[in-house]
């Protein structure tokens, strides 16, 4: 009888040791697109767009920002913000409630993406100065990096004061961003992924104040190289301890966009390790082209989402749909 129970206990500490790791596919909900009250999809009128999640009007609700190019036969671009009227549990997004980012003497920000067919517009939000609005920092993929200091005359409609965050290497089309948390500290990185993610490079953020975060300042020289070896994404690589068992695990656990080898791309989940980097799943393989990601919490339950977005179906050119993988 003995002999018996301890068999079983066995048996259970076997499946709980699997179970801490688990299956990464098991993270994430399957992906939902965005859509507004009527439950019709958001779509944008804009190509190769990339999303992410704040609440920049300080309603309480998650809204959308989406940097994006202004069509396919343009290297231009811009950021726009789309503020949530539904709440936070139940999300909508229309278009036509879009505010397209302006700068001071009310210009549009527009981006300089190098080339029409490749280049993007990458943004995060963070409120760099702690003022209670938020600013944007965005990568345009190609030569340099900006922040957007927001300057606090509209919640709904702001303008912002553009500085650059730093130059890249040189100019490129493959200088993509990435971010979350890389060092484990809970606070939002920026990462710069060079050439396609030859190289990941990390602009640590710092918490100050009540919510306001900084990411390292003093250009390209200042940020921390990562040893990184191994399987990785081309783009859009976001860490953060998605399980909870990462550091427990002394892992770095994160999601990126990478090529796939019969064609198209995907998203995939990873770990890095002692500086060697190893593919684990491939999350999701999107239903349209050039698909860019970040991982934020939209619907603010503290768990991480990802939200990416993807373009061009059925020759529809100019138009980006918007997902969320709700974190599990
Ligand atoms: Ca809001
Ligand atoms: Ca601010
Ligand atoms: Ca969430």
Request: aromatic residues 10%.
């Amino acid at each position: 009888m003995r002999i018996a129970r301890w068999t079983v206990g066995l048996v259970l500490l076997a499946a709980s040791a699997i179970g801490a790791e688990g299956d990464p596919k098991d993270l994430f909900a399957a992906p939902v697109a965005l859509a507004d009250a009527a439950g019709v999809a958001l779509t944008t009128g804009q190509a190769q767009g990339c999303p992410f999640a704040a609440d920049y009007n300080g309603d309480g609700k998650t809204d959308l920002i989406l940097g994006a190019k202004l069509g396919m036969d343009s290297s231009r671009g811009g950021i726009w913000l789309i503020p949530n009227k539904g709440s936070n549990e139940q999300p909508a997004f229309a278009w036509a409630d879009g505010w397209r980012v302006k700068l001071e003497g009310a210009t549009e920000l527009s981006v300089g993406c190098g080339c029409k067919s490749s280049g993007q517009v990458q943004p995060v939000a963070v409120d760099w100065n702690g003022d209670g609005y938020l600013d944007l920092v965005y990568s345009d993929t190609y030569q340099r990096a900006y922040l957007l200091l927001n300057d606090g005359k509209s919640r709904e409609q702001p303008s912002f004061k553009q500085e650059v965050f730093f130059d890249m290497e040189k100019k490129n089309h493959g200088m993509y961003a990435g971010g979350g948390d890389w060092n484990g500290d809970g606070v939002l990185d920026f990462l710069h992924m060079t050439f396609a993610g030859a190289q990941f490079k990390v602009f640590k953020g710092t918490a100050h104040g009540s919510g306001g975060i900084k990411f390292t300042e003093g250009g390209l020289p200042m940020a921390e190289v990562l040893k990184f070896h191994g399987e990785r994404p081309r783009k859009c690589a976001w860490a953060w301890d998605y399980s909870g068992t990462s550091k427990s695990r002394g892992v770095i656990e994160f999601v990126g966009v990478a090529k796939r080898a019969e064609g198209g791309e995907e998203i995939a989940y990873y770990e890095l390790a002692n500086g060697e980097s190893k593919k684990l799943a491939t999350l999701v393989v999107p239903d349209g082209q050039t698909p860019l990601l970040t991982a934020c919490d939209l619907n603010a339950d503290g768990k991480k989402d990802l939200l990416y977005s993807c373009g061009l179906w059925n020759n529809e050119r100019e138009k980006t749909k918007v997902y969320v993988m709700y974190g599990k």
